[in-house]
């Protein structure tokens, strides 16, 4: 991860021109796709990524089904065309624990219990990557989940907080992301600041990562409100 040769911090800024605490650009919008029960697509710097939700509806095989809650499921999908090199279709190791980890911190915030023997599809299709998809994936999922108008306790709101250099700053992108020493992708239910992922790659001093926890949770916090404002956007249904 880390390289000393590659300067991430020029003049007290980022590569890009921005702050420490400063986001990229979000833009997200719900009800794009016809034929899901909801949708959103999402702008997070060069990110762009479309969430789909299908369900609640019958679980086949029936032996999976259980008779007090629904089964969410996640299918994290990164596009062939979505990085530099073509990524080789399929599952691999990183998109099986991102789908996991999801769906985990999904199952926080939906109400299963409203639909027993029932399954819920989440897709999530990565179509451009640029660090940060991890989150910049829940949080679309977690609109296209409002948007197809199934009961949710709280919205999910993501954000990376991570160090280059010497500094702790937030939403690495991408050559902070490969050369910087640590990054920490958080997942939050926003009104009750309730943890539900929290990750970390490279190494932080505990002061360093409460700097950083501080940081992405202010980061998740505003991402929140583009959630929200994109729902209203389509009347929230
Ligand atoms: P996240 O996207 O949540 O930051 P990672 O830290 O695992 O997850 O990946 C960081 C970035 O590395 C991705 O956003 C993407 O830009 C790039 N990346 C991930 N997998 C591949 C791959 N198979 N080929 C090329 N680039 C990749």
């Known amino acids: 991860m880390a390289n000393k040769d590659i300067e991430l911090i020029k003049d007290g800024k980022r590569l890009d021109g921005r702050r420490f605490d400063e986001l990229r650009n979000i833009k997200i919008k719900a009800g794009v796709l016809e034929r899901a029960d909801g949708s959103a697509y ?8 479309i969430a789909a939700v299908y369900g609640p509806r019958n679980l086949h095989p029936k032996f999976l089904q259980d008779p007090t809650k629904a089964y969410l499921r996640c299918t994290y999908n990164m596009a062939a065309f979505s990085v530099e090199d073509r990524k080789r279709p399929g599952p691999d190791r990183r998109s099986v624990e991102i789908s996991k980890v999801t769906a985990d911190a999904l199952r926080c915030v939906v109400m299963l219990e409203k639909y027993p023997n029932a399954v819920i599809d989440v897709f999530i299709e990565i179509l451009q990557a ?15 989940l409002a948007h197809a108008g199934i009961p949710m306790k709280d919205l999910v709101s993501t954000c990376t907080a991570g160090k280059i250099g010497d500094e702790v700053v937030v939403d690495l992108g991408k050559e902070e992301d490969n050369y910087g020493e640590a990054d920490v992708p958080i997942a939050i239910l926003p009104t009750k600041k309730e943890v539900v992922l929290l990750q970390m790659d490279g190494k932080l001093t505990r002061e360093e990562f409460d700097k950083a926890y501080e940081l992405a949770v202010d980061g998740a916090t505003k991402v929140y409100e583009i959630q929200k404002a994109a729902l209203a956007m389509v009347g929230g249904n």
Do not use: F, I, M, Y
Request: charged share 20%; aromatic share 4%.
């Open 42 to 49: 999402l702008e997070w710097g060069k990110n762009r990524v």
């Open 130 to 144: 640029d660090a940060g998809t991890r989150c910049a994936g829940l949080a679309a999922a977690s609109v296209a």
